[in-house]
């Protein structure tokens, strides 16, 4: 299977152009590669496949097998590849993934795709759309038990659910410990994605984010978009501004807007091609 590394601030996925690869059971084939000593070492396995309603289409699956139905950092990446690679013609594209059609427009240098900026569509609130196991209109700064200790946290769906946790001192915590118990709380029933949040200014946050079925990742661009989402319900930061949001691999810069979508920005790079045995 030939292959492409491609990452967006860290967020690393092995790529595979599906106009021209096929893959019998991509679940496995995801496990496979992701393996960082008896495969390429990544977070999961992203495919770039034809789609009759966009450009293309993303296919997701994280390294545990499990398919995703959104990834932020990862769609920019795809952007570029179909752009880099000639699938695309055009600086803005039309991508098809299982959470919807996403908008991308690519900054270009020397004839390459650099960064990206990415339409993300509206932050879904609703606890049964999320899900969470609650009722109402929305589940912010709520406070809930995980294990033993009391957490107050935000719930957003990005095309996948998060769990937003405002705190300080981010770097200390054990999220080995701590991400597992969010992820598996009998609140969500689909698991959950837990960002851990500092607020640094009114337009500045940092973040660590654990990921379901892949544990803690250094960056997570559907995470940035609901911690933002989150710091502007809680009143940490303005709606319809741009926030820096520093995580481990770089930083985002995302915006929530006034009409309730989100917009994110930043870069996507390649890493190497190769070939792998399945």
Request: aromatic letters at 8%.
């Amino acid at each position: 299977m030939k292959f492409t590394k491609m990452h967006g601030t860290g967020n690393d996925y092995v790529y595979v152009n599906l106009f021209e690869e096929s893959i019998p059971d991509i679940s496995q084939a995801a496990i496979r590669v992701s393996d960082r000593h008896f495969g390429i070492g990544s977070d999961g396995l992203i495919g770039i496949a034809p789609s009759e309603v966009a450009d293309c289409r993303m296919i997701m699956y994280n390294a545990d097998g499990s398919e995703g139905a959104m990834c932020g950092n990862g769609i920019r990446c795809v952007a570029k590849y179909a752009y880099d690679h000639g699938i695309v013609d055009k600086k803005q594209l039309q991508i098809e993934t299982k959470s919807g059609i996403k908008t991308v427009e690519l900054t270009i240098e020397d004839g390459k795709a650099t960064y990206a900026k990415v339409n993300m569509g509206k932050a879904i609130l609703a606890p049964k759309e999320i899900p969470v196991k609650a009722e109402g209109e929305s589940f912010v700064s709520q406070e809930i038990m995980v294990g033993n200790t009391p957490y107050t946290v935000t719930c957003v769906s990005m095309g996948n659910p998060h769990c937003v946790v405002f705190t300080k001192e981010i770097d200390n915590l054990d999220l080995e410990k701590i991400g597992p118990k969010f992820e598996h709380h009998p609140l969500f029933p689909d698991r959950i994605n837990t960002e851990f949040v500092e607020v640094l200014d009114d337009h500045t946050l940092k973040m660590r984010v654990w990921e379901r079925g892949a544990g803690e990742t250094i960056s997570c661009g559907t995470g940035t978009c609901a911690s933002t989402v989150a710091a502007v319900l809680n009143g940490y930061c303005p709606q319809g501004e741009e926030i820096e949001i520093r995580i481990r691999g770089g930083v985002l810069y995302d915006t929530y807007m006034e009409n309730g979508e989100v917009q994110m920005r930043g870069p996507a790079e390649e890493v190497f091609h190769g070939e792998i045995s399945l």
